[in-house]
């Protein structure tokens, strides 16, 4: 690249390009479903189903509109609203802390540990109470929470567990696939994520048989034989256009993962040199990096450093959930998560995208080491 040319930028994440090297199969799934014309569970719905509960190692999967409908089915499932509570990570999504109230129940956080920014399962105990009814850890960023102390706890206070993997799409824990290690599991197919339909869309996994019968009939207006309806359920269902879309793309899941990973290979050489803190991969799985989260004091300044190498970047994410104004109502003062609190402001999330280059990368990094 000669100085007299603007180098091209470095985006966050790259979907046109992703698209074009899928456009003929994409374009031919779209142009099946608007001809047979079953655009509301119809064929390829059925079929996703059984391709993504296949792939994640479970039994059954449901389609249903996104992923915090995931959550909030999940856990209407689960039996729990009103009155229940429900632990959580004070470091995720907003959406995990919403589907939970969304259900009627109360969000209990429990503060992030500071080596992979996932929920510190020391803590977890203490935030149990008489009202409790699930623990719901999030597999942030690419890699799964430590589930067995999870699980253990949840045996021991008789809780249900349900995962928020809409971050983690293929991402292991000792061997086994993230939505198959809770009672049951919450995707997101937002087009950003690693599995990402061109628009909204999300699913539910479990090997629980009779909580996928609820789901069924939650997502559909509580029916089981249409205009017969046994539940007060709600329209919640995965388009069948999206699902023709993400059955193309699973087939290229595993793929676009290792191609995430590599660039986190390529980052972490590239990087080895400056003062950031790196991600961490537990031992105990393996990471998919759905998001490369580095951490400086100086993230202002790292900032304008990308900013000045054409660099996008993004910060996920820059307010805790209990200093949200939205949540004002759980009633948590500042410092109630000191962990969190301390990452909130440090935190960056550099570009990454299954077709990340090492000229990006090392682009990427050079702005890193100047800054
Ligand atoms: C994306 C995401 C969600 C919500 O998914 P939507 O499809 O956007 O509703 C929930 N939790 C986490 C951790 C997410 O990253």
Redesign the pocket.
Known sequence: MTSSMTPEKIPFVDLQQQYQSIKGDVDAAIAAVLQRGDFILGGDVAKFEEEFAAFCGVSHCLGVA???DA?KLALEACGIGPGDEVITTAH??I??ALAISQCGATPVLVDCEPDFFLIDVSKIEAAITPKTKAILP?H?YGQSADMDPILDIAKRHKLVVVE?A??AHGATYKGKKVGSLGDIAAF?F?PG?NLGAYG?G?AITTNNAELADKIKLLRNYGQRVKYEHLVKGGNSRLDTVQAAVLRVKLRHLADWNLGRANGATMYGKALAGTTLKLPRIAPYGTHVFHLYVVRTKDRAGLMAALDAAGSQHGIHYPIPIHRQVAMADLGYGPGSFPVAEEVAPEILSLPMFPELTQAQVDRVAAACQGF
């Open positions: 996104n992923g915090t959550l995720t999504y959406a995990t999030v942030l928020d809409c971050q997101s937002y994520k909204d999300g």
